[in-house]
């Protein structure tokens, strides 16, 4: 009886419990249903006449609290995203070097399109399949020896793009007759000037690691294939210049531009490149014992004799002696002397060493065809500049001109403003000091190294065993070590002051990155010490720490990749008593000769030098070297002549005109003459010369000693058969570069 009791007791609590469950979940579906009817009440029944003037005032205040609620959850998270990025604080723009990043940038993309348009217009003549030097048959010829290390003896993309190739050629059926290296230069020289271009744009969004990434290694390709015709010291030094720019790109954090770690210790690596340069340019020439360098005559010859004039050049050869004399003093002094004060911890001093620098570099322009060489220089020197000076010195239209806008002048010039707390007395007080500084400078050095009478006289008060032993002394290289590091240090400490509170990364994070940065620095700068002494003849190997066991093998692993190189221009002065010249003539019966002209080196007496630069006709160039030399010296002059008597349209494109158009000559023969510079101005000829002796014998087009060379050597051989020219070369792509370039300077010049 009892049980049973308790079974019903525990049965009706169960039921009651259950009946209260069911209760409250009811009451909780209920007020749910109606908190859903009142927030989905439409506007529109506002109104309905059944609703009086509190309901609607109620369903309004609802309204409005859950947009306010809506647009503050849609702000939290906006602001949470862009927590990371946003920095707290402006960073000081005292001595920012942002705007100089931006700039540096920009001009060396205008390099690379120069460069990349220059050489497009030459791929089919100098490395084509029916070419002088065809790249293929060079990349085969490394891979026979090489083999699996190929990539590491000669690095560039064409050893991977054969699959590229085959699919162009599902597109263009026409490029299966020409080497897959021939097509792919074509189209990763179309890829990269489309590249340069994007980087010139008004937006900064392209000036990023891997454009300029992309820019390097398609300009290292083309350079390691390139062989003789690509082996100038500009072309190794756009290598170089182009790999330290993917690292110095400025980052954007928030609203601001800022520099961060790595940047600026690449900006103390190109400040050390540039140095490494103009220092080894100016002191090669005295090293070398040339007497006309060491007497101050260089320049009587060098106008006159530089591979390829301009008539600028003719009047700056009829020059007096003693300004001549005088000018290449001053050259001693911008690039042996004026250097040192790069590393200057005294802003003036770096900013004036930079201005002689440019002066330098727009001289040579003056007087010579360089190619693209002295603007890539004048890029370096913008590294010696800040923001302020950049804004101070020059005009709007240069920065138009890289595109670079008003908008973007206008910012920086804001951010500029409340910098300098010194009054306009005090500033311009300031300049003329600094002017009075400057040509103090100037003026103790000529009277200390190159005073009146050693220009005339052409006796300097110095010797070439004293500076050998300067050179070679502890000192000397203790310096370079003290100039560097100082300079790395205290750019890198004024930088974090700029920065300040901006730079919002965590203790540790800033620390990581610093040590990372100042690793690669150091690395960069060890492994630069070896060919920069070798290049000014200082052995190293018992000075610098590590050298053997550290430095060396880093180096020797990437100097295939010409990110550290040796420079050192005109050692030795060319064409005293005349600069040397070959014309290239060709006859059908031995009796009539006909030279073949050339677009650019001099030939015909009467014909004017011309203006090039900054275009490289790069055949031209080479003919400069290979009169310098003999022909024994000169292989690839050999297959030049075996595309003459082939008459191919590829190489034929590269001259002024093909005298033999109907048929090819049956035999040619190379002369060597002296010309100098008429000294008459209303003379015909701008030129007079005189026969020097036979560079080479009368050849045959059938010769069996010619047409051994040519197949053993891999050259292509003499035929009957007309080789058409790429079909790429038909793009005209220097008119659609300059009218980018004039399109894109007016944009930013109308565009506010």
């Given amino acids: 009886m009892k049980s049973c009791c308790e079974l019903k007791l525990i049965f009706g609590l169960i039921k009651f419990k259950k009946a209260h469950h069911d209760d409250r979940k009811k009451v909780k579906e209920k007020n749910e249903k109606e908190r859903e009817d009142d927030d989905d009440i439409p506007l529109k029944r506002l109104k309905e006449k059944d609703f009086d003037k509190e309901e609607k005032d109620l369903l309004m205040m609802k309204e409005k609290e859950k947009s306010k ?93 054969e699959p590229i190739n085959n699919f162009l050629i599902q597109i263009f059926p026409s490029l299966q007759k020409y080497d897959h290296q021939e097509n792919l230069i074509h ?94 340019s100016g002191i090669v020439k005295l090293l070398s014992g040339c007497p006309t360098w060491w007497s101050l005559t260089a320049l009587h010859y060098h106008f006159e004799s530089q591979p390829i004039p301009h008539p600028l050049s003719w009047y700056a050869h009829h020059l007096p002696d003693f300004t001549k004399r005088f000018m290449v003093a001053g050259t001693y002094i911008v690039e042996c002397i004026l250097s040192f004060l790069f590393f200057s911890p005294v802003r003036f001093l770096r900013v004036f060493s930079g201005v002689f620098q440019v002066v330098l570099q727009l001289s040579i322009i003056l007087t010579g065809n360089y190619t693209y060489f002295n603007i890539l220089s004048t890029c370096l020197c913008l590294v010696l500049f800040d923001d302020k000076f950049l804004l101070q010195a020059l005009p709007n239209l240069p920065f138009y001109f890289l595109g670079i806008t008003k908008k973007t002048l206008k910012k920086h010039r804001e951010l500029q403003k409340g910098q300098d707390d010194n009054g306009f007395i005090k500033i311009r007080l300031q300049y003329v000091i600094e002017g009075i500084v400057s040509a103090a400078i100037i003026v103790l050095c000529y009277v200390k190294f190159f005073p009146i009478s050693a220009i005339e006289t052409g006796k300097l008060p110095f010797d070439l065993n004293g500076l050998k032993s300067m050179l070679s002394s502890p000192f000397f290289l203790l310096g370079t070590f003290v100039l560097f590091f100082s300079g790395l240090i205290l750019n890198s400490l004024r930088n974090q002051r700029r920065m300040g509170k901006a730079d919002k990364r965590n203790a ?123 022909i024994n010296h000169q292989p690839w002059l050999i297959s030049l002549l075996g595309r003459l008597f082939s008459n191919s349209d590829s190489v034929i494109a590269l001259l002024e005109k093909n005298p033999f158009e109907e048929r090819p000559p049956e035999m040619i023969r190379i002369i060597k003459y002296k010309y100098f510079f008429t000294h008459n101005k209303d003379q015909v000829n701008w030129w007079k010369r005189e026969m020097d002796s036979i560079y080479l014998s009368t050849i045959k087009r059938n010769d069996h000693v010619l047409v051994k060379y040519l197949k053993e050597s891999g050259y292509r051989p003499i035929t009957n058969k007309k080789f058409e020219i790429h079909p790429w070369q038909s793009i005209p792509i220097v008119k659609i570069v300059i009218s980018f370039i004039i399109i894109n300077f007016t944009a930013c010049l109308l565009l506010k």
């Fill in 508 to 630: 540790f994070v800033k620390i990581l990155k610093s040590f990372f940065a100042f690793a690669f620095g150091c690395t960069m700068f060890f492994i630069t010490l070896r060919p920069f002494f070798h290049g000014i003849g200082v052995e190293t190997n018992h000075v610098i720490p590590g050298n053997q066991v550290l430095w060396d093998p880093i180096y020797q692993k990437v100097a295939p990749s010409h990110v550290v190189n040796t420079y050192g221009l005109f050692r030795t002065m060319t064409g005293v008593g005349g600069r040397p010249e070959i014309v290239i003539e060709g006859s059908h019966d031995g009796n009539t000769w006909i030279p073949y002209e050339f677009l650019y080196k001099p030939g015909n007496l009467s014909q004017a030098p011309r203006f090039v630069a900054p275009h490289q006709p790069r055949l031209d160039w080479q003919m400069w070297f290979a009169a310098l030399s003999n």
């Fill in 187 to 280: 189209l990763v020289c179309l890829i990269s000037i489309l590249f340069c271009m994007l980087a010139l744009l008004k937006k900064t969004k392209f000036l990023n690691f891997w454009t300029y990434f992309f820019l390097w290694i398609s300009y290292l390709s083309i350079t390691n294939v390139g062989q003789t015709f690509m082996s100038f010291q500009w072309d190794i030094l756009l290598i170089e210049t182009g790999f330290l720019a993917m690292w110095f790109c400025p980052k954007k954090v928030g609203k601001y531009w800022i520099t961060d770690d790595i940047s600026m210790v690449v900006k103390d690596l190109l400040v050390w490149l540039l140095f490494r340069l103009l220092f080894a």
């Fill in 69 to 161: 609620v809506e647009k503050k959850d849609e702000k939290d998270k906006k602001d949470k995203k862009d927590k990371k990025d946003k920095p707290g604080k402006a960073p000081n723009y005292e001595g920012s070097i942002v705007l100089t990043q931006i700039v540096f940038l920009k001009l060396l993309a205008l390099v690379y399109l120069i460069a990349f348009t220059s050489f497009y217009v030459q791929i089919s003549g100098l490395y084509g399949t029916d070419g002088i030097l065809p790249a293929k048959n060079y990349m085969s010829y490394v891979e026979d020896r090489t083999g699996p290390n190929k990539v590491n003896v000669l690095p560039n993309m064409f050893w991977f793009t």
